[in-house]
């Protein structure tokens, strides 16, 4: 479970990019935050896996008070918990099975001296994460050679290998097509609901939220306006 407590985050130019954030949500969930740009949807979830520090408050996830971990402990942590950006992050000029690989190398730059070096173990599983999202005949093929929707496939199979409990996305299918945006939340449902793994993204494409997500978020100016189910949003939120 994840768990704010009077959560506030100030940059440094003073712009309160949170505040008063109180909230729960439980194990295999799947929510999305809505929210205008600059809202803070953001800086939510990037405060979930430490990418940001918070200014005050408390994060809790599964009893860690994810505030109080240092250095080897919140690499163990962030293990643990998948992210997905809008630009896929993959290494573009290598292929499909080397970016999944690279989930169980601590380091890109370790990454680059180590081509090639992986257990069977590893492989396999590499491969079973792409064929979880449906690109297993891709393995072979160089990143750059995919569409948009593959691509952010292969960044999802790079996260599920390492087999997360919580998977934040950041605008996920921001630059996708509509057809390809919902072959990708088609995944993204199939990921939650059959591995149980609790699924947090924001989204500023509020239909694809209600129509994909059970809890919506709704952000404003740092802090949160809406929270309830899907299916009783009733007006734009
Ligand atoms: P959203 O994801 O909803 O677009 P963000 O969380 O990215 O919102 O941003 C919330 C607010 O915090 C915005 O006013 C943004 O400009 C500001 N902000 C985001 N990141 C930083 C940063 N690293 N330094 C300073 N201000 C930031
Ligand atoms: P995203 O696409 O994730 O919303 P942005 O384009 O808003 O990212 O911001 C890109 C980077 O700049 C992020 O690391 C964010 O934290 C930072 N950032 C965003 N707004 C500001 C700001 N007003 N001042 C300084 N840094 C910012």
């Given at each position: 479970m994840i768990e704010f407590i009077d959560v506030e985050k100030t940059y440094a130019n003073n712009v309160k990019a949170l505040q008063n954030i109180n909230i729960k949500i439980d194990k295999g969930e799947f929510v999305a935050v809505i929210g205008l740009s600059g809202a803070g949807k953001s800086t939510f979830i990037r405060c979930i896996n430490r990418m940001h520090d918070i200014t005050q408050g408390e994060i809790i996830v599964d009893g860690i008070q994810v505030g109080a971990l240092k250095g080897e402990q919140i690499r163990t942590y962030r293990k643990r918990i998948g992210m997905i950006f809008q630009s896929f992050n993959l290494v573009t000029r290598t292929t499909v099975l080397k970016n999944v690989l690279v989930s169980f190398v601590p380091e890109l730059s370790l990454w680059r001296k180590v081509?090639?070096?992986?257990t069977k173990e590893q492989k396999i599983k590499a491969l079973t994460a792409l064929d979880q999202v449906g690109i297993l005949d891709k393995a072979y093929v160089r990143v750059d050679q995919l569409s948009g929707g593959q691509q952010q496939r292969v960044a999802l199979a790079r996260t599920l290998a390492q087999n997360p409990d919580i998977i934040l996305a950041d605008e996920?299918?921001?630059?996708?097509d509509p057809v390809t945006s919902k072959q990708v939340m088609d995944d993204f449902r199939r990921i939650n609901q059959d591995m149980n793994i609790s699924l947090i993204m924001n989204i500023h494409h509020v239909e694809m939220a209600l129509e994909y997500a059970e809890r919506i978020i709704g952000v404003r100016e740092g802090q949160i306006v809406y929270d309830g189910k899907a299916s009783e949003v009733t007006e734009e939120v």
């Open positions: 081509t090639g070096l992986f996920p299918i921001a630059s996708l």
